[in-house]
């Protein structure tokens, strides 16, 4: 019998799915689920995340919002490219230069 692997992702991983759902500024509960975290989780996060400036709690319409900051959307941008540039030098298809 075969046996997957799970894959847990780390606290990047976490804290950039965060930032990339709060581009569109998301409630706490939106943000929860749509990250698959708990309560407990998603407060711990968005407080680490509050104080590096990575993201902003706002009001709009009444209703208290997460959204990510320019700082946030820097962090994603190299996130992004980090992520990229791993998976491609995990691929074994490309060639080392050693």
Do not use: W
């Not at 997957?4 to 976490?14: A, F, P, S, V």
């Not at 706002?58 to 959307?73: I, L, M, Q, S, W």
């Amino acid at each position: 019998m075969l046996q997957r692997r799970r894959h847990n992702r780390d606290k990047l991983q976490i804290m950039a799915n965060i930032l990339d759902l709060s581009l569109v500024g998301l409630k706490k509960t939106h943000i929860m689920a749509r990250a698959n975290l708990s309560y407990e989780q998603t407060l711990c996060y968005l407080k680490e995340l509050q104080v590096t400036g990575l993201l902003e709690q706002r009001t709009e319409e009444g209703a208290v919002v997460y959204g990510t900051t320019v700082k946030g959307r820097t962090f994603l941008d190299y996130f992004s490219h980090m992520s990229r540039l791993i998976k491609e030098y995990a691929d074994p298809a490309v060639p080392r230069v050693v």
